[in-house]
């Protein structure tokens, strides 16, 4: 199943200056309704809560409380092979330059030292919907427009639904496993966690999510989370769902993604003959490519700091990285340690990764050298 991005409408009617203008910037203090298709109020003096109608035009309203929101009028039926009707949804964050107030965000990943969420809901019977928790990154620090990747948490199914793409595995996160799905939906790249049975309320450890979504290749440290929003889409009916009570907090203090320049390191060479092996694992596009190297001291000596140096092949440009400071040169690449995994004890392991364009069909290097002593490959 494929679907537009939910606010693309929104972008074109914020542009235009119509009637969104009412509702946004708002305050609900006491029991506020929206039926403005776009429109939006503020909660708590720092969340949104919109009623962002995209797939319809009948009609759609909420009633915001300074807890949440409940959806008092879904006259909106989709076919449930296509689009939702909306994402009623609260936020945190910019969606399309509507900024919650006060907000820390857009925040590089690498600066992120805990991204934490509480969530309540309330479901009823004889609806199509999912209850969904959307994480929202890119590669820039975006405050408007389509970011390029959506990390979904589907909390509730209801109905013949599914997410975008297909299944690619499982995931165990905050102590639950999640069946997990990927795909494109033409406009941004999802990963969807669906749970297996419905979730009331939950304390989730959004990091959790973000760093698995990392470790699949989908993004990198350098990328930067812009929203978090959580709320229904339905697909026929849905009054009477609603989010009785949301918080979220995410807090700085993290890494840098790359450390200052500093002068290089000094280098030990691993001792005796072939005293590295080195592990590359790829994953390939039609356009890109990510790729995971282990390196491993096979010496009887401590490596204390260390440079891997080998060439990829044509076509391939790395375009970032991650735990460690990774350079080209036309195709020759040098990847050095950062300060926290210069030291490689016999029989240890340092890993690091990078994302990069592909133009032509995907190969992988064939030989790598560690502080000029070649390596085995494992």
């Known amino acids: 199943m494929k679907r537009p991005l939910r606010a693309l409408a929104a972008a074109a009617v914020l542009a ?34 919109q009623n962002n109608r995209w797939g319809t035009t009948a009609q759609q309203c909420i009633n915001v409380t300074d807890s949440g929101f409940e959806i008092t009028t ?4 989709n076919p449930t092979n296509g689009a939702p009707t909306a ?22 990943v690498s600066q992120i030292s805990s991204a934490t969420s509480s969530i309540s809901y309330r479901y009823v019977s004889n609806a199509v919907y999912n209850a969904s928790y959307d994480i929202w990154l890119d590669p820039s620090p975006k405050r ?19 997410p975008i793409g297909s299944p690619v595995g499982t995931a165990t996160i905050d102590g639950r496993s999640w069946e997990v799905w990927r795909g494109s939906n033409g406009s941004n790249n999802v990963i969807s966690y669906l749970a297996p049975s419905a979730i009331s309320s939950a304390n989730l450890n959004l990091l959790a999510f973000i760093n698995d979504t990392r470790n699949r290749g989908a993004i990198t440290n350098s990328w930067y989370l812009t929203s978090i929003q959580a709320g229904f889409e339905p697909w026929q009916g849905g009054a009477g769902l609603a989010v009785t009570s949301f918080g979220a907090a995410v807090n700085g203090g993290g890494n840098p993604t790359t450390p200052p320049p500093t002068t290089p390191p000094p280098t030990t060479p691993p001792p005796g003959g072939n005293g590295c092996a080195v592990k590359y694992t790829p994953n390939s596009w039609n356009n890109g490519f990510t790729a995971d190297v282990q390196i491993t001291n096979t010496g009887t000596s401590t ?3 260390w440079t891997l140096n080998y060439t990829l092949p044509a076509g391939q440009q ?22 926290w995994n210069g030291s490689l004890a016999p029989g ?31």
Do not use: K
């Open 318 to 339: 790395i375009t970032s990285a991650w735990n460690a400071t990774v350079s080209q040169s036309g195709s020759a690449v040098t990847a050095r340690n950062i300060s």
């Open 16 to 49: 235009a200056g119509s009637i969104v203008a009412v509702a946004l910037g708002g305050t609900a203090s006491a029991d506020t309704q929206i039926c403005e298709q776009y429109g939006s109020t503020t909660i708590q003096g720092r969340y949104v809560v």
């Open 87 to 108: 994402y009623p949804s609260i936020f945190v964050g910019c969606h399309y330059t509507n900024c919650s107030p006060g907000t820390n965000l857009p925040i590089q």
């Open 74 to 77: 879904q006259n909106g039926s």
């Open 303 to 305: 490596i204390n700091g």
């Open 348 to 378: 240890g392991t340092a890993s690091f990764g990078y994302q990069g364009t592909l133009n032509g069909a995907y190969a992988s290097p064939t030989s790598f050298t560690l502080n000029g002593v070649a390596c085995s490959r494992s």
């Open 144 to 162: 408007d427009g389509v970011n390029q990747m959506e990390i979904m948490i589907w909390l509730n199914r209801q109905g013949p639904i599914q």
